[in-house]
């Protein structure tokens, strides 16, 4: 009995590990470094302490010194990376750093692929995601009655239908366009990398920009690939510190309006504006996409009349179809990550 109790469990362990297997193929990673920091943050005295004070786990003061505002970043460093330039790898809402993972449908992601690839590669959670942690203090005051509950921040999540259109997978749930180079099979494993997005918290000017130019000037130079939320970090974080920036890729995103002077600092980073497929196709999100690339190409052309490299790869239109809001976790990801390295080799002096 114990036998057959074995043969079941292992079975059921190797039917749920089925999807990650491929991540384990492709042979040793040899690296010099990795590890994890933070950058950034500053300590608040803040209310934090609200449990029965007579209990002595709560017996403390109610108001105590911690970190907020900090960025959790992990990095990866290849045995050849010193002769390679450094990629920063920002996700967009509602995710965190695992959108650069593994897929998943357990293949490779754009993190592992450029680390092969002999680039270091450093993996932030956006400031108030994930591990880099947020500042609970209103909801510490919500609940002592200090603050009316309206004043709460709108927690942004995307549930499995908002996702479908707005990642055109299919033009409304659960149809699937044709030629999609999403693995929908995994779309279960997708709705598990979701995170409550607390942006709305945080003060006028996300302190995600400052952070991310103080992690391009501790790398001594990096390109900045921000997606969908964070398409537009880069330019800030580059209007931070321009020297730190050494290229950008905005992937599917809302370009920021710039100012002339802004534009110039910025047409001195060669930028890849990167678009996938369906652009027109989705039930809801066919009335953004198309006015979102077309922003980004107007910013395109800002760029180069002020004397910049900027390119927009609009997949379909260099022969490749299929590609998804998703696209480092598309099928092809790796083409779309070859296409990316191969632009800024040409472009970037390092």
């Known amino acids: 009995m114990l036998r057959i109790s ?10 749920a590990t089925s999807l990650h297997i491929q991540g384990h193929r492709n042979g040793p990673l040899i690296l010099q470094d990795a590890g994890d920091f933070f950058v950034g943050g500053r300590e608040v005295k803040t209310l934090v302490n609200t449990g029965d004070r007579s209990n002595p786990l709560f017996d403390y003061p109610a108001e105590d010194w911690i970190s907020v505002d900090q960025m959790y970043v992990e990095y ?20 965190s750093g695992k959108t ?15 680390v092969r690839k002999g680039h270091p590669v450093y993996v932030p959670d956006q400031t108030s995601r ?36 707005l990642f055109r997978f299919g033009y409304t749930y659960p149809q699937v366009f044709p ?57 800030y974080a580059a209007l931070n510190n321009s020297s730190a920036v050494k290229g950008i890729v905005s992937i599917e995103g809302q ?21 996938g497929d369906y652009l027109d196709q989705a039930k809801v999100s066919r009335r953004f996409w198309p006015q979102s690339i077309q922003g980004c190409q107007a910013l395109v052309d800002r760029l180069t009349a002020a004397g910049g490299k900027a390119f ?8 490749i179809y299929g590609n998804t809001h998703m696209m480092m976790q598309d099928k092809n990801n790796l083409e779309i990550a070859d296409l990316i390295m191969d632009w800024m ?6």
């Open 312 to 319: 927009m790869a609009e997949l379909p239109k260099l022969g």
């Open 179 to 235: 030629g999609l180079q999403y693995p929908i099979e995994a779309m279960e494993q997708l709705s598990k990398q979701v995170i409550p997005d607390l942006n709305a918290m945080l003060p006028g000017q996300n302190p995600t920009y400052a952070n991310l130019a103080s992690l391009a000037s501790k790398v001594h130079g990096a390109v900045l690939v921000g997606h969908s939320e964070s398409a537009f970090f880069p330019f």
């Open 130 to 165: 994930a591990r880099s942690g947020f500042d609970p203090t209103i909801f510490n005051q919500v609940q002592l009655g200090e603050v009316a509950p309206s004043a709460l921040p709108r927690f942004e999540i995307v549930g499995r239908e908002r996702a479908w259109d």
């Open 76 to 95: 990866q460093i290849p045995m050849s990376g010193s002769n390679h330039l450094p990629y920063i790898l920002v996700h967009g809402c509602c995710l």
């Open 255 to 275: 370009c920021p309006t710039l100012t002339d002077e802004e534009i110039a600092v910025l047409a001195t980073i060669p930028t890849l504006f990167v678009y």
């Open 6 to 15: 074995c043969v079941i469990a292992s079975a059921a362990l190797a039917a």
């Open 100 to 114: 650069y993972q593994d897929t998943p449908d357990g293949r490779m992601g754009w993190a592992e692929y450029l």
């Open 345 to 350: 080799e040409k472009n970037v002096h390092n």
